[in-house]
C-alpha cells in the first residue's frame, strides 16, 4: 500500500490528483508543517529534504513532488505521452521547467511579499516578475493545446494544476487576467472528480491553519539567528 505524506499545499496537491486520477489506492499520511512534523526523524528518513510531498511504496521511498508524478507515472503506464525521444523529451523539458521555475519562483514571490520580515522592494519585483515570466510561457504552451503536451491529458497537466490553483495567491488577485489560458485549464481540471477528491483531502485532518511564531520557526528555521 502506498503511503502518501500530505499537506494542503500546492506540490502534495499534485500527488493527490495523480493518485485520486489514477483510482491507486494508499493511506494518507498528514505532516503537519506549521508544527513541525517534517523535522521528525522518521519523516525525515523518508525525505532527508523536510518537505510535503513525500510517499513510500513497498521498500521504494521518494520525495519532490515532480520526481513523484514521474515514478507514479511509471509505474502505472498512466498519464505519460507516447514513448517516444520527441515526446519523452518534450515531457521532461515541462516537468523540469515547473520543478525549477513556477514552484521556486512562486515560492520566493510569495515569501517576499506576504511572510518576509521586510518589505524588500527589490526582492519582491524579482520574484514577482520571473514567476509572471514563467506563467506567461505556460500560458503561451496551453494557447497552443488543449493539454501541455497536446491533445492529452498527462501527468504534466497535474504538476501545472497543483500551482495554479494558487496562482492569485503568488501574483495577486489580477493574475488571471494575463493568464486567460491558464485560468482555462485550471477550471477544467479542477472540475474533474478525482481534483475535487484531491482537494476534499484537506479536510481529513485538522491542519494547523494559524501563522504563529511557531509556524514561522518551522517554516523558516534559517531565519532563527536574525531575530533579536
Ligand atoms: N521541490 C519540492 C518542494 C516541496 C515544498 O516546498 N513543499 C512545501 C509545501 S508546497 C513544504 O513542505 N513546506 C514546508 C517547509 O518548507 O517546511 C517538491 O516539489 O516537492
Not at 190 to 217: G, I, M, V, Y
Request: charged share 25%; hydrophobic share 45%.
Amino acid at each position: 500500500m502506498i503511503q502518501f505524506y500530505y499537506h494542503p499545499s500546492p506540490n502534495p496537491a499534485k500527488i493527490a490528483l495523480f493518485l485520486e486520477e489514477a483510482g491507486l489506492p494508499y493511506e494518507l499520511v498528514p505532516v503537519d508543517t506549521r508544527k513541525g512534523e517534517q523535522f521528525k526523524p522518521e519523516f525525515l528518513a523518508i525525505n532527508p529534504n523536510a518537505k510535503t510531498p513525500a510517499l513510500t511504496d513497498g521498500d521504494v521511498a521518494i520525495f519532490d513532488s515532480n520526481a513523484i508524478l514521474l515514478y507514479l507515472a511509471e509505474k502505472t503506464g498512466q498519464f505519460l505521452p507516447e514513448n517516444t525521444p520527441k515526446a519523452r523529451g518534450e515531457m521532461l523539458s515541462w516537468l523540469m521547467f515547473v520543478a525549477t521555475g513556477i514552484g521556486p519562483y512562486c515560492g520566493q514571490a510569495v515569501h517576499f511579499s506576504r511572510f518576509a520580515p521586510e518589505k524588500i522592494p527589490y526582492a519582491i519585483n524579482r520574484y514577482a516578475r520571473e514567476a509572471e515570466r514563467h506563467w506567461g510561457i505556460l500560458d503561451a504552451q496551453l494557447g497552443k493545446h488543449r493539454y501541455m503536451l497536446g491533445d492529452a491529458y498527462t501527468l504534466i497537466d497535474m504538476s501545472v494544476w497543483g500551482w495554479a490553483t494558487r496562482a492569485q495567491f503568488a501574483l495577486g488577485d489580477e493574475a488571471f487576467g494575463k493568464l486567460p489560458n491558464v485560468k482555462r485549464h485550471l477550471d477544467e481540471i479542477s472540475a474533474r472528480p478525482a481534483a475535487q477528491r484531491a482537494t476534499a483531502l484537506k479536510d481529513k485532518f485538522a491542519f494547523k491553519t494559524e501563522f504563529d511564531d511557531e509556524a514561522r520557526k518551522f517554516l523558516f528555521p534559517q531565519n532563527a539567528h536574525l531575530v533579536a
